[in-house]
């Protein structure tokens, strides 16, 4: 008789089956991988997406300017990115995803510029 690698319960079924359930067969899983280390895979994914979420929240209008320390405070990470953009006057804008930013340092002051992905970036 098998019996459910998470809830111990009889399975029934298949000869190879290892859960009575799909939630157990998840639920096994997720335990089994949360004893695990983070793989960097993992760490890099995750940042990228809270800085994603930060430049989203900060940048409502598709452009704004706003203090580095902000950004920093709520966790953002300036080199986690997924690509960049050069415009005509030589400016680097990083990206994360569709939301970009560029550094500025206006009297003594971090400052990022933040803008939205535009379709006229995509032309080379």
Known sequence: MRKCLNCSEVIEGRSD?????SYCKSTYHNVQNQNKPDRIFTRIDKQLKLNRII???F???GKSIVRKSKLVKEGFDPNF????WKNQKGAVYLFCYEFG??????KEIDKYVLVD???YM???
């Open 122 to 124: 995509s032309q080379d």
């Open 101 to 106: 930013f560029l550094h500025k340092r206006e």
């Open 117 to 119: 992905w535009q379709d």
């Open 59 to 61: 940048n409502k209008g």
């Open 81 to 84: 990115f997924t690509h960049y």
């Open 55 to 57: 430049l989203k929240s």
């Open 17 to 21: 089956k290892k859960y009575c359930s």
